[in-house]
């Protein structure tokens, strides 16, 4: 089975706080992504990586930034938090080169407040 | 870009029931579509697929989807409901060209009552 992990199930920061969200897939998959999950918007995209040290762009990118040194890891980072940053972040990863329907698998989440 | 429409926010039903959410999506060319159910506590598991072939799907726990490609629609439906399917359900599309991510639906939130 997949498994895609992520370092904190609830993290609690301040606002103006640099915060480090990681997560890890072991099953070799080449495509990782970040989401966060808000009540009444379902899941939207922020960043995601389909090699080492690639990244591109999701639907609301603004205010993170991402890194991808190893194939297996991939980390989401708030450079300065907000409280309009407080969500519940989905990690997932997937592999087209053996699934063309890239279907993706999803980590626990971490629930982030940002106080 | 493609969107995800998911009509229903909030279903309430009673065990036995029948179930059917609604599913639209917005795009022009070939898709994989997918239904993923989040259980409360729990990480957003895949339910059902579909990328090619028979347009009616089976999932796990007698989900099916039927993909009618006229109306850009993939409907989930179950006949007999149970409490144990009290769930968040969203619906995603992802392209075969292009960016090859997910768009969600906003998710319908399930509610079996006993």
């Known amino acids: 089975d997949v498994k895609v992990t992520q370092s904190s199930r609830y993290l609690v920061k301040r606002t103006g706080e640099k915060v480090f969200l990681e997560c890890v897939q072991d099953?070799?998959?080449?495509?990782m992504f970040w989401y966060r999950q808000d009540p009444g918007l379902g899941l939207r995209l922020i960043y995601f990586s389909y090699d080492v040290k690639m990244k591109e762009k999701g639907d609301i990118p603004e205010g993170y930034s991402v890194s991808r040194e190893k194939k297996e890891r991939f980390s989401l980072i708030l450079e300065s938090a907000s409280t309009n940053q407080t969500s519940m972040y989905l990690c997932?990863?997937?592999?087209?080169?053996?699934?063309?329907?890239?279907?993706?698998?999803f980590g626990p989440g971490t629930r982030l407040t940002v106080l | 870009a493609q969107s995800v429409s998911q009509h229903n926010h909030h279903v309430i039903l009673s065990e036995a029931a029948s179930l059917e959410l609604g599913c639209n999506y917005s795009y022009g060319g070939t898709v994989n579509l997918f239904w993923y159910v989040q259980y409360p506590g729990q990480h957003l598991q895949l339910l059902l697929k579909y990328f090619s072939g028979d347009p009616l799907v089976k999932g796990i726990k007698g989900f099916e989807a039927e993909f009618i490609k006229s109306k850009f629609s993939f409907n989930l439906r179950k006949p007999s409901v149970q409490w144990s399917d009290t769930a968040e359900y969203f619906c995603a599309v992802n392209p075969y060209t292009g960016r090859r991510a997910l768009t969600f639906g906003s998710g319908t939130r399930l509610q079996v009552q006993p």
């Open positions: 099953m070799d998959h080449e495509n």
């Open positions: 997932a990863s997937s592999n087209r080169a053996t699934d063309t329907t890239d279907t993706q698998y």
